[in-house]
């Protein structure tokens, strides 16, 4: 993932919720990852709305070999039998912003419709 923001202003980390977060990064669409003909993951990304920098989120229900390296990163992403009908999703650009290291993101964070969008997706 590369920010092109380097000349850009960086805002301040901030967890209040800003105006269509949510329903922005909703309209990205979930993107089906395959391996040997399966989906393993799906995922979600694009420019934050708030920080103007490149974010993305994975889902899954299948543990996935090369992120076993990062398995407890990942745990969270794991559901059981039914996918939810929404997904966490944050910020996670790779720019530093105040008070916050990179790879923190600027604080944004939503739930994002996800069981309808992926069935949608599979049809």
């Known amino acids: 993932m590369t920010d092109n923001a380097a000349d850009e202003e960086v805002v301040p980390y901030d967890s ?4 269509g977060w949510a329903e922005k ?3 990205w669409g979930w993107t089906k990852i395959y391996q040997d003909q399966k ?17 993305s989120t994975i889902r899954t229900n299948t543990p996935i070999e090369s992120f076993l390296v990062e398995a407890e990163k990942f745990r969270e992403s794991l559901w059981t039998d039914t996918p939810p009908e929404s997904e966490y999703v944050q910020c996670n650009c790779s720019i530093a912003h105040p008070t916050h290291a990179a790879g923190e993101g600027c604080g944004q964070y939503g739930y994002v419709p996800f069981a309808k969008a992926i069935q949608k997706s599979q049809s």
């Open 16 to 19: 209040t919720p800003f105006p």
């Open 39 to 55: 989906i393993v993951y799906y995922g979600i990304e694009g420019t934050c709305p708030r920080c103007r920098h490149q974010m």
């Open 25 to 27: 990064v909703a309209s």
